[in-house]
Each structure stands twice: as structure tokens, then as C-alpha cells.
């Protein structure tokens, strides 16, 4: 092993200490002083030992450096870099090719160089997030109230025409007949009537001779109203045919041909109440043995 080192000396700080020809060849003969840290050459400072006199004991060190050593090796380091340019500074990688070319030290003192340089000759620039501040006209101030209130009117008009439009219909819920009957006091509403002959049902249809009248007949109805609601008496449709179904005469009665206004209601008639109804009519001969009967929405 002692042939295959040498001792050499810092100098900066005159600190002795040995080194390996495998160190020296891994760093091209460029060491670190354990002192002061500084970089130099090994081989030119080579310390031949003497062979009378004994080896003079080296120098301790510490892992503590002065502070005036440390600035002289640090200012002996920026000897082998160029002079930074105030209007024209040097690149980063200009610097570290630099740093590499003169001193060829190991990668992390390399990255520590290229960093303290770096900070020292490049400016940063820095930048200041500043609030966005959003304002708006005086002009979108003062007509949002009338937008309001405009959105207001037109939901307003939506809902009266709703209510208008569907008056027949709406006007026999439950929810809303106070609101039609408070209403209508005032305008004429014309609420129609709800028709339904669906529900209205006929319990007889009865045809004889009439009484009275030579070729003419009487018939008896029973109509019920079996919706939950009054509705208008319908309109009677009578048709007669003979044997094959082909017609032989018919006829079509409104309310008010077969009931006396003066004692029924004809728009009102009334729910669950067998209701008897008498017919005079002309006889549709002999042909007429067959007949039909078909109740129908009144014209109102």
C-alpha cells in the first residue's frame, strides 16, 4: 500500500495527508483538502519523504475550518472562473463547463459549484400573483332591478294565461273553485259546462201506441247521472230500421225539445236521481221494428 500512494500538500493551509494512485486516477489527479477545502493538484505538491529523518507527523484535522482559510480557498477557486458581466451574464451550462475544464472535480462538488455560481451571477426574477378585481358598469348595476322585475311579470302572465285558457277544466277541482267564484264575480268568466254522457245511463226505453194520437207513439226513458258532478241533460238521438239494419227514420232531441225550462234546469242535472222522461213521436211504421238509442253532448 505504501508504495502505491503519495503525500502531498495543501497550499493553502500546508495540511500533509496521503493519497491513493486510484484516487488520483478517478479525479485526474485532483484532490480536496480535509481543511480548507480546497482543490488542487496532487502530484505537484508531492511531498518526497526524507529517509534519515523521520516523517514529520501531519496535521490534524478537523472538521471545522477558520473563516478567513475557507474565503482565501474560495476566492483562489474563482481564479479559474470567468468574470460575470453585468449587462451580459453567463449562461448556467457556460459556467459549469468552465468549473469542469479548470478544476474536473468529483459530480456532487461540481453540483455544489454550479449552484452557489449560478445564484451569485444569475438575477432572478420574481413574480407576484395580484388580485383580479372584477367590476362592473353602472349601467349593468341599474337595470338588474328591472330585469327582476321583469322575469316577474313574465311568470305572472304565464301563469294567468295557464289559468284562463284551462278555466274549464280547473274550475271544477276543488283547489281552485274559490279562486274562479272570487274571480268571476267581477268579469264574466263563462266557465263551461262539463259534459260527460258517459255517466248518464238509461234504466227504460219503453215504445207504445199513443194514447190519443192516431200513428203516433209514446216512449218512457229513465235516465240516472252517475258522475259526482251535475252535468247538462243530453241530447236524445232515436233511430228506427227494419229487419236487415237499414234505416227507416231517426231523429235527434235537445233538452229543451223534451223538458219545460220553467221547472228543470237544463245545464244542471242532477246526480244519482232516476230522472223519467216521456217522448211523443210519429210512428216509423211497420218497417220500423227495430230501433236504437244514443245519448249525446247537448248544444249549448
Same mark, same amino acid.
Given at each position: 500500500?505504501?508504495?502505491?500512494?503519495?503525500?502531498?500538500?495543501?497550499?493553502?493551509?500546508?495540511?500533509?495527508?496521503?493519497?491513493?494512485?486510484?484516487?488520483?486516477?478517478?479525479?485526474?489527479?485532483?484532490?480536496?483538502?480535509?481543511?480548507?477545502?480546497?482543490?488542487?493538484?496532487?502530484?505537484?505538491?508531492?511531498?518526497?519523504?526524507?529517509?534519515?529523518?523521520?516523517?514529520?507527523?501531519?496535521?490534524?484535522?478537523?472538521?471545522?475550518?477558520?473563516?478567513?482559510?475557507?474565503?482565501?480557498?474560495?476566492?483562489?477557486?474563482?481564479?479559474?472562473?470567468?468574470?460575470?458581466?453585468?449587462?451580459?451574464?453567463?449562461?448556467?451550462?457556460?459556467?459549469?463547463?468552465?468549473?469542469?475544464?479548470?478544476?474536473?472535480?468529483?459530480?456532487?462538488?461540481?453540483?455544489?459549484?454550479?449552484?452557489?455560481?449560478?445564484?451569485?451571477?444569475?438575477?432572478?426574477?420574481?413574480?407576484?400573483?395580484?388580485?383580479?378585481?372584477?367590476?362592473?358598469?353602472?349601467?349593468?348595476?341599474?337595470?338588474?332591478?328591472?330585469?327582476?322585475?321583469?322575469?316577474?311579470?313574465?311568470?305572472?302572465?304565464?301563469?294567468?294565461?295557464?289559468?284562463?285558457?284551462?278555466?274549464?277544466?280547473?274550475?271544477?277541482?276543488?283547489?281552485?273553485?274559490?279562486?274562479?267564484?272570487?274571480?268571476?264575480?267581477?268579469?264574466?268568466?263563462?266557465?263551461?259546462?262539463?259534459?260527460?254522457?258517459?255517466?248518464?245511463?238509461?234504466? #227504460?226505453?219503453?215504445?207504445?201506441?199513443? @194514447?190519443?194520437?192516431?200513428?203516433? =207513439?209514446?216512449?218512457? $226513458?229513465? !235516465?240516472?247521472?252517475? /258522475?259526482?258532478?251535475?252535468?247538462?241533460?243530453?241530447?236524445?238521438?232515436?233511430?228506427?230500421?227494419?229487419?236487415?239494419?237499414?234505416?227507416?227514420?231517426?231523429?235527434?232531441?235537445?233538452?229543451?225539445?223534451?223538458?219545460?225550462?220553467?221547472?228543470?234546469?237544463?245545464?244542471?242535472?242532477?246526480?244519482?236521481?232516476?230522472? #223519467?222522461?216521456?217522448?211523443?213521436?210519429? @210512428?216509423?211504421?211497420?218497417?220500423? =221494428?227495430?230501433?236504437? $238509442?244514443? !245519448?249525446?253532448?247537448? /248544444?249549448?
Amino acid at each position: 500500500m505504501q508504495n502505491n500512494s503519495i503525500i502531498t500538500q495543501c497550499p493553502s493551509c500546508e495540511t500533509q495527508f496521503r493519497v491513493t494512485q486510484g484516487q488520483l486516477k478517478v479525479a485526474n489527479g485532483q484532490v480536496r483538502c480535509g481543511a480548507c477545502l480546497a482543490i488542487f493538484c496532487a502530484v505537484e505538491y508531492e511531498q518526497k519523504p526524507k529517509s534519515a529523518e523521520p516523517t514529520p507527523p501531519q496535521k490534524a484535522t478537523t472538521g471545522k475550518v477558520r473563516e478567513d482559510e475557507a474565503t482565501n480557498a474560495f476566492e483562489k477557486l474563482k481564479l479559474a472562473l470567468p468574470l460575470a458581466d453585468e449587462k451580459n451574464p453567463p449562461k448556467p451550462d457556460e459556467i459549469a463547463t468552465t468549473i469542469s475544464t479548470a478544476t474536473n472535480p468529483t459530480n456532487k462538488d461540481k453540483k455544489e459549484i454550479i449552484q452557489t455560481v449560478s445564484a451569485s451571477a444569475v438575477p432572478t426574477l420574481t413574480i407576484e400573483a395580484e388580485p383580479v378585481v372584477l367590476n362592473r358598469s353602472n349601467g349593468a348595476k341599474a337595470s338588474s332591478p328591472w330585469w327582476f322585475i321583469g322575469c316577474v311579470l313574465a311568470i305572472i302572465t304565464l301563469i294567468t294565461q295557464h289559468l284562463w285558457f284551462n278555466r274549464g277544466d280547473l274550475y271544477w277541482t276543488h283547489t281552485y273553485r274559490p279562486l274562479y267564484d272570487t274571480v268571476c264575480q267581477h268579469i264574466d268568466c263563462q266557465i263551461p259546462t262539463r259534459v260527460n254522457t258517459a255517466k248518464i245511463t238509461n234504466q #227504460q226505453f219503453l215504445i207504445r201506441p199513443h @194514447s190519443e194520437i192516431a200513428d203516433a =207513439i209514446t216512449i218512457d $226513458l229513465v !235516465l240516472i247521472n252517475e /258522475a259526482n258532478h251535475n252535468q247538462p241533460y243530453p241530447a236524445l238521438h232515436i233511430a228506427f230500421s227494419d229487419l236487415k239494419g237499414r234505416p227507416v227514420a231517426s231523429r235527434t232531441l235537445q233538452p229543451e225539445s223534451y223538458l219545460d225550462r220553467s221547472v228543470v234546469n237544463l245545464k244542471s242535472m242532477p246526480t244519482h236521481q232516476p230522472i #223519467q222522461i216521456s217522448l211523443d213521436l210519429m @210512428s216509423p211504421g211497420i218497417r220500423g =221494428i227495430n230501433y236504437q $238509442l244514443e !245519448l249525446l253532448a247537448p /248544444a249549448l
